[in-house]
């Protein structure tokens, strides 16, 4: 139980500033926590991956987009050599042909030497091995799958730069010696792979100038080759990143116009929200962003309708909309920016967004003797607010800009308005909590909005409510 209540209290703050409920549907099999700042965070489910915490994103990247996988007993196994098929069926997984794979005949033939033994063992992955050899991710000497064998470092670089589409650059690179002090044990076919892939950084050498080509690729180094390859892919197809501070984001945006045509969109919900940035060059950029989209965060994930606005991020954008993202720490700018009358922002809080409510009153008492209260007041757009979550023995509270910004976004997911009833209203409230009626043992509240229009409502747990009509 220890630390109980803290986490409660950031779960909350999470709801409110960043949208916590339906988190599930792109996370399957990832484990919830709360951050710090009170970001939801998003972490593998596996029971092993503290062996190569190193590569603990690139496989929850590549795990949520279905590329890699980990096994029934709930390990990933990372320090595990990959073999040469399970290398062919993620590369194909990560080229978005897997339905392709799927599809193809179980009886037709292939003309590798092993062709009897795949049939036999690896019944699953022939047609991932099919649709590989279409899309010319094989060397044409190749009469061998080897399918148990483990994948080398020489062999999964050709097989990725295949994949990126790039064996003509390969090709005019295969005169150009490596600079690896072991470069005399790639073999000459493969040098040209070699050179793109490091040129493309998709594989580096090792810190004493080796490249080690024979060295057999583990699980937990394939996903990072794959996740590198997964930008190189995008990069490919036009893709450019950009940098900036968020100045706007929203979800659920109707009648977007963003196409949806990526692997990561066959992964994430379609495009249901907008970014705006201000760039370092102060240029004003919106694309379109799924709500579920990773982004990378202190080396964990949280979801895109984590972000807030003020975040610095790096973004990956194909035509007119977000691939992938990072959220970086804040720039160092110039503290008297965007100051009125030189005091800091939790000396005088302003409304960050126009939500037509002068004033919100919120307490509610659960079931389990849990307590909150949210506080807010907004005078000519100098805002105050305070938050509070209480349990039997201890009192947490949040003030200043901050809190103005949790009860803010509250207010706007919720999307209440002075035309709704006071049932309505309070629903709607409840469920931007994600709070469950149920559990709700007394509820208090008060609105006051700017056109003048109060409305009070009370709930106890016989449902009943009080007489207070709206007044003007």
């Not at 799924?290 to 949280?302: D, F, G, P, R, T």
């Amino acid at each position: 139980m220890k630390n109980f209540r803290n986490f409660l209290f950031l779960t909350l703050v999470c709801i409110l500033l960043f949208g916590f409920s339906g988190w599930a549907s792109a996370a399957g099999g990832m484990k919830r926590a709360v951050s710090a700042d009170g970001r939801g965070q998003l972490m593998l489910d596996f029971n092993d991956i503290q062996e190569a915490e190193w590569a603990a994103i690139s496989i929850a990247k590549m795990k949520t987009k279905n590329v890699f996988q980990g096994f029934k007993d709930g390990t990933f196994r990372p320090n595990q050599p990959v073999t040469r098929v399970e290398a062919i069926v993620t590369a194909v997984r990560l080229l978005g042909l897997e339905n392709e794979a799927k599809a193809k005949s179980p009886d037709t033939k292939l003309h590798f030497k092993d062709a009897e033994q795949i049939d036999k063992k690896f019944p699953w992955a022939k047609g991932y091995i099919i649709v590989a050899l279409e899309n010319g991710l094989f060397d044409a000497s190749e009469d061998k799958i080897q399918p148990e064998k483990p994948a080398s470092r020489v062999w999964v670089a050709g097989l990725l730069v295949k994949a990126l589409g790039l064996q003509s650059e390969a090709l005019h690179e295969m005169t150009k010696i490596p600079n690896f002090t072991d470069a005399d044990q790639i073999p000459a076919g493969s040098i040209g792979y070699v050179n793109v892939a490091v040129e493309k950084k998709m594989i580096n050498g090792y810190s004493d100038g080796t490249f080690q080509p024979n060295k057999n690729v583990t699980r937990a180094e394939m996903a990072a080759l794959l996740d590198r390859t997964d930008d190189g892919l995008l990069e490919n197809a036009g893709a450019f990143k950009v940098s900036g501070v968020i100045k706007n984001i929203q979800f659920n945006v109707t009648g977007s116009v963003y196409n949806s045509d990526t692997v990561t969109d066959q992964v994430y919900d379609s495009v249901n929200g907008e970014i705006t940035l201000t760039t370092d060059g102060q240029d004003s950029l919106t694309y379109g962003i799924s709500s579920e989209l990773l982004v990378e965060y202190h080396n964990k994930l949280i979801r895109a309708d984590q972000l807030a606005v003020n975040d610095y991020v790096r973004l990956l954008v194909l035509g007119e909309t977000v691939k992938e993202a990072v959220l970086l720490d804040p720039k160092q700018n110039d503290e008297s920016e965007e100051k009125d009358d030189e005091q800091d922002e939790e000396d005088q809080p302003t409304s960050t967004s126009d939500i037509g409510i002068r004033q919100f009153e919120l307490e509610v008492k659960l079931s389990d003797k849990g307590k909150v209260e949210l506080d807010y007041k907004n005078k000519d757009g100098h805002a105050e607010a305070e938050l509070k979550i209480a349990s039997k023995n201890e009192q947490q509270k949040m003030e200043g800009q901050k809190a103005v910004n949790a009860i803010e976004k509250l207010l706007t997911n919720a999307g209440i308005s002075e035309n709704m009833d006071k049932k309505e209203i309070a629903d709607k409230i409840l469920s931007a909590l994600n709070v469950d009626q149920n559990n709700v043992k007394e509820l208090k509240l008060k609105i006051k909005f700017s056109s003048g229009k109060e409305v009070k409502v009370e709930i106890k747990n016989d449902g009943g409510k009080d007489d207070n009509e709206e007044d003007d």
